[in-house]
């Protein structure tokens, strides 16, 4: 039985019916051309499903544009803010969105904000990476969880605080918030997860092509 794809205001009732509505409005566009508003909406809530996307946005999206890939095949480029691009791919985004995955997605912008700093501060310091020895910047580079991963952490807070994944209430950001995922309602909760977090995560940065290699 298929299952349902949901993200956003977006509701399809199998990967198969998603994926034929991306590809259809994807081949509206001729490479280089930026996504329409309405069509960038779509994409933005899509891109939330993306297990990287606090490294895909960076510090915003400015536009998103089709491009080509190396097979000469349509693919998404976000521009970020600050001009960088980053690739990302739609297909790692469409699969069927369980609740357990919309609540480490918001467990996962609780901490965002440590994981960005802890990516400036190693940038700051010029940092190589202790793989491939590149000298890392703000575009080429990932942070790694090592000894341990973030959905580790995410399921030891939850056992350790008997959370079953209904337990635990979210709330939607604000319409103008450029990151939808949602938002741990319960302050206390919230800033327990953090220090917990921060407890076990152990951080390094390195290059984006070293980290794909991990996985």
Not at 15 to 37: G, H, M, P, R, T
Not at 151 to 176: E, G, M
Request: aromatic share 10%; net charge negative.
């Amino acid at each position: 039985m298929a299952k349902a794809i949901n993200f956003g205001a977006y509701n399809f009732p199998s990967k198969a019916a998603a994926i034929k509505n991306i590809q259809e409005i994807i081949n509206k566009y001729d490479f280089n051309q930026s996504l329409n508003s309405e069509d960038r909406l779509f994409f933005e809530s899509l891109f939330l499903l993306h297990d990287e996307y606090d490294e895909k946005v960076g510090n915003g999206i400015y536009d998103i544009q089709v491009r080509r890939d190396f097979a000469n095949n349509r693919s998404l480029c976000i521009i970020q803010n600050d001009r960088h691009e980053m690739i990302i791919s739609w297909r790692h985004c469409v699969q069927p969105t369980s609740p357990r995955t919309v609540l480490s997605t918001a467990f996962r912008r609780a901490v965002k904000h440590l994981i960005m700093d802890f990516k400036r501060s190693q940038i700051a310091m010029n940092v190589v990476c202790p793989n491939d020895h590149t000298l890392l910047t703000y575009e080429n580079s990932h942070v790694a969880y090592v000894d341990i991963s973030f959905d580790d952490i995410f399921n030891k807070f939850l056992s350790s605080n008997n959370l079953q994944i209904s337990d635990v209430v979210l709330i939607d950001p604000d319409a103008n918030d450029p990151d939808q995922r949602g938002i741990i309602s319960d302050k206390e909760l919230c800033d327990r997860w953090i220090t917990f977090h921060g407890e076990l995560s152990k951080l390094c940065l390195l290059s984006a092509s070293s980290n794909l290699k991990r996985s």
